[in-house]
């Protein structure tokens, strides 16, 4: 119970450990996702470029077949 100056109590509810940790679980998974997304990108990224060096690489190819 709180005490006021007035003299009337009124009850307080603590959030407890519970709440502290699920808010600091959330934090934590909203971090994930956030360096997931991040992963994902750079792995895009990384394809695209292979794909680019594919391509590179078949006109290498075709220009020394040709010769």
Not at 22 to 33: D, I
């Given at each position: 119970?709180?005490?006021?100056?007035?003299?009337?109590?009124?009850?307080?509810?603590?959030?407890?450990?519970?709440?502290?940790?699920?808010?600091?679980?959330?934090?934590?998974?909203?971090?994930?996702?956030?360096?997931?997304?991040?992963?994902?990108?750079?792995?895009?990224?990384?394809?695209?470029?292979?794909?680019?060096m594919?391509?590179y690489?078949k006109?290498?190819?075709g220009?020394?077949?040709?010769?």
């Open positions: 119970f709180f005490q006021a100056a007035d003299g009337i109590r009124a009850l307080v509810r603590s959030r407890g450990l519970g709440d502290v940790y699920k808010r600091q679980m959330l934090g934590y998974t909203k971090a994930m996702l956030g360096y997931t997304k991040v992963m994902l990108g750079y792995t895009k990224a990384m394809l695209g470029y292979k794909n680019e594919l391509v690489k006109e290498m190819l220009l020394t077949e040709a010769l």
